[in-house]
Every structure is written in structure tokens, then in C-alpha cells.
């Protein structure tokens, strides 16, 4: 599966903000999937991941309550609305396939494949 990110931007703090994946295949289902963030001078890290359905998902405790992850099967998307944005979440943000599909429980994925990563700045 090939993934495509897009959303990215400068922002306020407070602002909201959603980043949108999309996905080339008919696999797509068959993941779960996720977005991980990567601050300069930072290693990526986990921020969330949803299952097939949708209907379960997990978040990093940075992000729990003020993003959401959610998908469209239908349309090979994968989106993650995220709001009260605050300067720490400046980063560049990737979304990934796990071919584990333990994304969605906080188990460690097996990332498949990487989107190319979309900035999000966010200014004091």
C-alpha cells in the first residue's frame, strides 16, 4: 500500500487542524493504521493508530482528548483531527500501515509502509 499525507500547516496554539491520509491499493482494510510525529532534532514517535473497522483506536497520552484518529475504508483514507494545538505538537507527521495490526491496541506495529510526512508548525 502506498500512502499519500497531505493537511499540514502553520498554525496558532489553540487551532485545530486535520491531516488527511490517502492510500493507493485494495488492501488498504487489511491494516491498521496510524501517525507518528517527528520533532526536529527528535526521534518519530507514536501519536495514534485505529483498527480495520474504525472502531477501536490509541492514543499517545501527548495527544489523548484533543486528536482523533478515524478512517473511510470506502475511500482508502485515514484522517487525524487534531485540536488545541500547542507549540510541542510542531513536528513533521507521518501516517503508516502496520501489518501487525496491533497499532490499534498500543502493541509494537510492523510498519508496511510510510506516507512522506506533511509539517505541522504550531506558533505560540
Known amino acids: 500500500v502506498q500512502l499519500q499525507a497531505s493537511g499540514g500547516g502553520l498554525v496558532q496554539a489553540g487551532d485545530s487542524l486535520r491531516l488527511s491520509c490517502a492510500a493507493s491499493?485494495?488492501?488498504?482494510?487489511?491494516?491498521?493504521m496510524g501517525w507518528f510525529r517527528q520533532a526536529p532534532g527528535k526521534e518519530r514517535v507514536f501519536v495514534a493508530g485505529v483498527n480495520w473497522t474504525g472502531k477501536s483506536t490509541y492514543y499517545a497520552d501527548s495527544v489523548k482528548g484533543r486528536f482523533t484518529i478515524s478512517r473511510d475504508n470506502a475511500k482508502n483514507t485515514v484522517h487525524l483531527q487534531m485540536n488545541s494545538l500547542r507549540p510541542e505538537d510542531t513536528a513533521v507527521y507521518y501516517c503508516a500501515a502496520d501489518r501487525s495490526n496491533r497499532m490499534h491496541s498500543g502493541g509494537p506495529p510492523i510498519i508496511a509502509s510510510w506516507g512522506q510526512g506533511t509539517l505541522v508548525t504550531v506558533s505560540s
Open positions: 491499493g485494495r488492501t488498504f482494510s487489511n491494516y491498521d
